[in-house]
């Protein structure tokens, strides 16, 4: 069974730029998160979507967003990138609520120069 | 508020046991998680605890949960090379009826293997 795919892992943007990331959750899972892991702030909780629909989210600008499609894989977008938007952004899906069924992504390393 | 600590970084001889601590404020956390990140890797879970328990083995691994005092910590028995990561503790504060909770994590420590 495949895990949870994150594209692209690598990426340079530079200032200003939009940026969008993808992940694909592992299959039959409805929900996906997204977290952002810095140096400075740790990993911090973005948003989490479940068919389709957005059931959570953290304490980020409105230039972070995402969407969730029918087949469960998910997106984030980031506008107007700033130098503090550099990141390990990680991807988990999960198939019901218990903790054993939630699994991340190797993540997709962001660099804004 | 929610506020997740650990100390930053830890080093301990191989075959030694490590204890990695943690500290959270939010008193309605209903889980409470260990996971583990390898250079250039994701995170991997460990093991987790439900808030009602004390203490949960998993093979080399230990929990232990004081509640009243709000801290988590975890043990790792016979430390080998491999054991060598970032440790993040998290916490959530409620079941959903499906999916991901809004997980919380500590500062994460480095522990470090000497042979």
């Known amino acids: 069974k495949a895990g949870v795919t994150q594209t692209p892992r690598y990426l340079i943007k530079t200032r200003g730029q939009q940026v969008t990331l993808s992940c694909s959750p592992i299959s039959g899972h409805r929900s996906v998160s997204w977290y952002q892991q810095t140096p400075g702030q740790g990993l911090q909780f973005l948003f989490e979507?479940?068919?389709?629909?957005?059931?959570n989210k953290g304490n980020f600008p409105g230039r972070f967003s995402g969407r969730q499609f029918s087949n469960s894989r998910s997106e984030m977008n980031v506008s107007t990138l700033e130098l503090g938007d550099s990141a390990l952004y990680l991807c988990a899906s999960s198939l019901t609520s218990s903790p054993e069924s939630q699994f991340f992504g190797p993540g997709t390393r962001l660099t804004v120069l | 508020g929610e506020d997740v600590e650990q100390s930053l970084f830890l080093s301990v001889r191989e075959g030694d046991s490590s204890v990695i601590n943690c500290t959270y404020t939010d008193s309605s956390s209903t889980y409470l998680y260990w996971y583990k990140q390898e250079p250039g890797a994701g995170l991997q879970l460990l093991t987790y605890?439900?808030?009602?328990?004390d203490m949960k083995q998993d093979q080399r691994l230990t929990v232990l949960l004081n509640k009243k005092d709000k801290h988590l910590s975890l043990r790792i028995a016979d430390t080998q090379t491999g054991d060598s990561a970032i440790y993040f503790c998290a916490e959530s504060t409620g079941v959903s009826n499906f999916g991901n909770e809004k997980l919380t994590f500590g500062t994460g420590t480095r522990l470090t293997i000497i042979p």
């Open positions: 979507y479940f068919s389709e629909t957005q059931r």
């Open positions: 605890i439900f808030s009602n328990m």
